[in-house]
Nanobody, 121 residues
Framework: QVQLVESGGGLVQSGGSLRLSCAAS????????LGWYRQAPGKERELVAT???????NYADSVKGRFTISRDNAKNAVSLQMNSLKPEDTAVYFC???????????????WGQGTQVTVSS
């Protein structure tokens, strides 16, 4: 199985910065895409940023220019640097990994437990 462990959430003032990290552990063959999603109270989970195995990135329009996603393939890890944070960025942030457990079988998504990010005005 695959476990994703997130860290780095917390409380920050508007305009501040936080860095989220997520590491995958367990037994698997390879990781394809990695990403971060978030869910605010009363809202659906939404994509924040993704990064492919070739390091191509994709961002939600609301975070472009403020957030940067990166990955460390040697450590099976993904990070999200969040700058110029706004109160509307407040949410639980979830790490996502698209994983192939065994060579030749389909990739499937795995999720972390989530980490709270709160931005005060």
């Amino acid at each position: 199985q695959v476990q994703l462990v997130e860290s780095g959430g917390g409380l920050v003032q508007s305009g501040g910065s936080l860095r989220l990290s997520c590491a995958a552990s367990g037994t698997f063959y390879s990781i394809n895409a990695l990403g971060w999603y978030r869910q605010a109270p009363g809202k659906e989970r939404e994509l924040v940023a993704t990064i492919s195995s070739g390091s191509s990135t994709n961002y939600a329009d609301s975070v472009k220019g403020r957030f940067t996603i990166s990955r460390d393939n040697a450590k099976n890890a993904v990070s999200l640097q969040m700058n110029s944070l706004k109160p509307e960025d407040t949410a639980v942030y979830f790490c996502n990994a698209v994983v192939q457990l065994v060579y030749g079988i389909s990739y499937r998504p795995y999720w972390g437990q989530g980490t709270q990010v709160t931005v005060s005005s």
